[in-house]
């Protein structure tokens, strides 16, 4: 078992090594000691959960005169790096000098004021691992102790601790396993050759003698799964190891080898980037021209959400079901909008929380643990409230649950055989003999959680596959949609009555019946939704029922999947 930080965002886990997906929590002595551990180091210990919202008023806060560049937190703790002299109150009164880190408690927002790291040059990146804050950036003295863009000082005081490992320019640190991964524009690093990107000892500062990516330009960024298995990079390089790569790419955590996936419709150049808690997703900040928050597969590399605004996405972070960019510029046509929130589910944008920044860079990092979010960059005012480099977003109370609702990841029944049953639609039909499957469904992608089979010839498949599930409403809603991913095309019926055609025509629903035409690239998982008729729901058991087909039978995969969200009425 391993236990430790996954990175700089928190994240305490109890897991078996070598295990891609979410640790499982065992043995209630084990939990014990992981609590009392949690405890002592000050250190929360779950990952948020469900549909994660902030308030977007923030809660007051001691300021900095300067902007922040990098944010972490502890269970009693908010960490700040970037370029500042002096902590101020809300008042405006001089709290005292800090050079470019402070810690501020987490139940007040006052600054700390026995913790000292000061250093020579701005903090561009912090992450936290048992008693140790890492550092990184452009100084070259901590505390006035030689530490060229890289330390590690004491989580409680900031005195200076012996690991070592002088490089040039570091723009991310993070912790995964016994290593931390650095990524930069340097071409050496304590002495030894690496070009961007390299692995240390969390306690000396060595480097790691077999991690060698050799990256042949800038590296922005750097996430890694919490086994070390994967590492994966962003920046404006374009080879490793030689190789020609997007901007984008996944490495064997141990060698630097480029591994698989490889990621498809990368846009611009990843600014940050932050795994899902089960590793099966990396959410993306895009800058240049791409303009936008992304999640990819971790899996098959493809893009299965974005949500654009008008300036560089710089920051991202995920809190249960839903991911949060901060950017500059401006966002949904308004230049004061420098943080959005978007679902991981549907991809739909939190249209109800659209927090206001009162500067042009806005947000440049941020980090949650579904209690609070906090954002650091440069801004003075957010939302009415004075905040200068960071701001403390409370979260909002749980709303109401809605009439109607299905999961994206809904269990369906599906019937793969390519002969279409009579009365399949209806909530009476009998599908206790199809199979059944968690969505996303279909094949040929490689990020299917269900594969479905397309018969016996890969060149001649079945045109059609029906799907069937159920859903509960406890009042007639107000509004009621669906989110659908159905590639190619599909029709949808809501207790026997069709309500959606999605890129199919006029002809009858068998199936022969194909779509008019086929999808590629981040089309075949973009999201449509479509409003359902409230008229056809039934309080109680509602049944959903959809036909997905393919333009042609030699069509080279399928992806389908459905939820359902509403309004309440009055």
């Known amino acids: 078992?391993?236990?430790?930080?996954?990175?700089?965002?928190?994240?305490?886990?109890?897991?078996?090594?070598?295990?891609?997906?979410?640790?499982?929590?065992?043995?209630?002595?084990?939990?014990?000691?992981?609590?009392?551990?949690?405890?002592?180091?000050?250190?929360?210990?779950?990952?948020?959960?469900?549909?994660?919202?902030?308030?977007?008023?923030?809660?007051?806060?001691q300021?900095?005169?300067?902007?922040?560049?990098?944010?972490?937190?502890?269970?009693?703790?908010?960490?700040?790096?970037?370029?500042?002299?002096?902590?101020?109150?809300q008042s405006g009164q001089n709290q005292g000098s800090y050079a470019n880190v402070a810690a501020f408690d987490r139940n007040t927002r006052a600054v700390i004021p026995g913790f000292r790291a000061d250093t020579n040059g701005i903090v561009r990146t912090l992450a936290v691992h048992?008693?140790?804050?890492?550092?990184?950036?452009?100084?070259?003295?901590?505390?006035?102790?030689?530490?060229?863009?890289?330390?590690?000082?004491?989580l409680q005081t900031g005195a200076v601790k012996a690991f070592r490992a002088d490089t040039n320019r570091v723009n991310k640190v993070v912790v995964a396993g016994d290593r931390l991964y650095v990524a930069g524009t340097f071409s050496t690093i304590g002495g030894v050759t690496?070009?961007?990107?390299?692995?240390?000892?969390?306690?000396?500062?060595?480097?790691?003698?077999?991690?060698?990516?050799?990256?042949?330009?800038?590296?922005?960024?750097?996430?890694?799964?919490?086994?070390?298995?994967?590492?994966?990079?962003?920046?404006?390089?374009?080879?490793?190891?030689?190789?020609?790569?997007?901007?984008?790419?996944?490495?064997?955590?141990?060698?630097?080898?480029?591994?698989?996936?490889?990621?498809?419709?990368?846009?611009?150049?990843?600014?940050?980037?932050?795994?899902?808690?089960?590793?099966?997703?990396?959410?993306?900040?895009?800058?240049?021209?791409?303009?936008?928050?992304?999640?990819?597969?971790?899996?098959?590399g493809s893009k299965q959400f974005r949500q654009r605004c008008g300036g560089d996405a710089q920051a991202v972070t995920i809190a249960g079901d839903n991911w949060f960019t901060g950017n500059h510029e401006e966002c949904e046509g308004n230049d004061t909008i420098r943080l959005v929130g978007n679902s991981m589910l549907t991809g739909a944008r939190q249209t109800d929380w659209l927090p206001s920044f009162d500067k042009f860079w806005g947000v440049r990092d941020l980090a949650t643990d579904g209690q609070i979010l906090v954002a650091a960059g440069d801004f003075t005012t957010v939302s009415g409230v004075a905040a200068q480099g960071f701001v403390v977003f409370p979260a909002a109370p749980p709303p109401p649950p809605?009439?109607?609702?299905?999961?994206?990841?809904?269990?369906?029944?599906?019937?793969?055989?390519?002969?279409?049953?009579?009365?399949?639609?209806?909530?009476?039909?009998?599908?206790?003999?199809?199979?059944?499957?968690?969505?996303?469904?279909?094949?040929?992608?490689?990020?299917?959680?269900?594969?479905?089979?397309?018969?016996?010839?890969?060149?001649?498949?079945?045109?059609?596959?029906?799907?069937?599930?159920?859903?509960?409403?406890?009042a007639v809603p107000a509004t009621i949609t669906l989110d659908l991913v159905a590639d190619d095309g599909a029709v949808v019926y809501l207790n026997g009555v069709e309500v959606i055609r999605d890129n199919i025509g006029t002809g009858t629903d068998n199936a022969a019946l194909r779509a008019s035409s086929g999808r590629s690239g981040s089309a075949e998982n973009a999201v449509r939704s479509f409003t359902l008729p409230t008229n056809l729901v039934n309080l109680g058991?509602?049944?959903?029922?959809?036909?997905?087909?393919?333009?042609?039978?030699?069509?080279?995969?399928?992806?389908f999947s459905a939820a359902i969200r509403s309004t309440a009425a009055g």
């Open 402 to 474: 809605p009439p109607a609702s299905l999961p994206a990841n809904a269990t369906w029944r599906y019937l793969d055989t390519g002969a279409m049953p009579t009365g399949w639609t209806a909530a009476a039909f009998d599908d206790s003999t199809w199979k059944s499957g968690q969505a996303q469904l279909g094949y040929g992608d490689g990020d299917e959680t269900t594969v479905i089979s397309y018969g016996p010839s890969a060149s001649q498949k079945y045109v059609t596959s029906w799907f069937r599930t159920s859903f509960t409403a406890t």
């Open 63 to 89: 300021r900095v005169d300067g902007v922040g560049w990098a944010v972490a937190l502890t269970s009693t703790r908010i960490y700040l790096g970037g370029t500042f002299t002096a902590v101020r109150n």
């Open 194 to 300: 690496r070009n961007r990107v390299a692995a240390l000892d969390l306690t000396t500062g060595a480097v790691d003698p077999t991690f060698d990516p050799n990256v042949n330009a800038m590296v922005n960024t750097i996430a890694a799964l919490p086994d070390r298995s994967k590492v994966f990079i962003g920046g404006l390089y374009s080879t490793v190891h030689g190789t020609a790569t997007t901007r984008l790419t996944a490495l064997d955590g141990f060698t630097g080898a480029v591994v698989a996936p490889t990621f498809t419709d990368v846009s611009g150049e990843a600014l940050d980037l932050e795994l899902s808690p089960d590793g099966s997703r990396l959410a993306a900040a895009l800058g240049e021209y791409g303009n936008q928050g992304a999640v990819f597969s971790t899996t098959s």
């Open 130 to 154: 048992g008693d140790t804050l890492y550092l990184g950036g452009d100084f070259t003295t901590v505390n006035g102790q030689p530490r060229a863009r890289v330390a590690a000082v004491d």
């Open 1 to 61: 078992m391993v236990i430790g930080w996954t990175t700089e965002r928190g994240g305490f886990l109890i897991m078996a090594t070598h295990s891609d997906a979410r640790p499982t929590r065992r043995l209630a002595g084990l939990l014990l000691i992981a609590t009392l551990t949690l405890g002592v180091l000050g250190l929360t210990a779950c990952d948020p959960t469900g549909d994660v919202r902030f308030l977007t008023t923030p809660l007051p806060a």
């Open 541 to 559: 058991a509602n049944t959903l029922a959809v036909s997905v087909h393919q333009d042609t039978p030699s069509s080279s995969d399928l992806s």
